[in-house]
Nanobody, 123 residues
Framework: QVQLVESGGGLVQAGGSLRPSCAAS????????MGWFCQAPGKEREFVSA????????YYADSVKGRFTISRDNAKNTVSLQMNSLKPEDMAVYYC????????????????WGQGTQVTVSS
């Protein structure tokens, strides 16, 4: 089993920044991709960003390109999402996820999920 624990969400005014992080622990398998998804009330969970662990390739939803940056720390098994210029429409629960069984692409199925961290953006 792999555990993913998010932290770093919170409340921020529109235009502000947050940097949630996700720490992976437990039985360490090969990690192919780590990603971030978000889910707002009444909406489907959406892809936000992902990073291919071995080569560092990054992927973003169009809505966050130029504002969000995903990064990894191999030594600490963590992935972070620098969120700048936040908008009220970014408000959601943000989930970290990992592909460990196989590479399925940044928007493919993930094997493990964190519990989520709330991001609230006030206008």
């Amino acid at each position: 089993q792999v555990q993913l624990v998010e932290s770093g969400g919170g409340l921020v005014q529109a235009g502000g920044s947050l940097r949630p992080s996700c720490a992976a622990s437990g039985r360490t398998l090969i990690t192919y991709v780590m990603g971030w998804f978000c889910q707002a009330p009444g909406k489907e969970r959406e892809f936000v960003s992902a990073i291919r662990w071995s080569i560092g390739s990054t992927y973003y939803a169009d809505s966050v390109k130029g504002r969000f940056t995903i990064s990894r720390d191999n030594a600490k098994n963590t992935v972070s999402l620098q969120m700048n210029s936040l908008k009220p429409e970014d408000m959601a629960v943000y989930y970290c996820a990992a592909q460990t069984a196989a590479y399925r692409g940044p928007r493919g199925n993930y094997d493990y999920w964190g519990q989520g961290t709330q991001v609230t953006v006030s206008s």
